[in-house]
């Protein structure tokens, strides 16, 4: 059974840093790509960033590049997104997602993921 599950989420003051987990099972895991994904209430999803477990190459939109840092540990099977200077418009729920061998870019963020997790809350405090 696939699983991920995200933690790290927290209550932050502007200007702030947080690192999220996505701890994955249930798959062969450097067969997969893991994004992150953020919605909050009334908005679209959006794509944040993601991750190649096989070549590591890497995506971020342009909201977040330059603040957020998309990390993956094949050994733990996890992926870390380090987010700093954290402004009160990042805060949404942010889940990962994960789907085999799909190309980290722009227009796979937009697309159905095969997986995801369930969600952490990020709220940034102006």
């Known amino acids: 059974e696939v ?39 009334g908005k679209e ?11 590591h190459r890497t995506y971020y939109s342009d909201s977040v590049k330059g603040r957020f840092t998309i990390s993956s540990d094949n050994v733990k099977n996890t992926v870390y997104l380090q987010m700093n200077s954290l402004k009160p418009e990042d805060t949404a729920v942010y889940y990962c997602a994960s789907d085999t061998y799909r190309d980290c870019d722009q227009v796979n963020m937009v697309l159905p993921w095969d997986y995801r997790g369930q969600g952490t809350q990020v709220t940034v405090s102006s």
Request: contains cysteine.
């Open 45 to 55: 999803r959006e794509g944040v960033s993601c991750i190649s477990s096989s070549n």
């Open 3 to 41: 699983q991920l599950v995200e933690s790290g989420g927290g209550l932050v003051p502007a200007g702030g840093s947080l690192r999220l987990s996505c701890a994955a099972s249930g798959f062969t895991f450097n067969e997969h790509t893991i994004g992150w994904f953020r919605q909050a209430p």
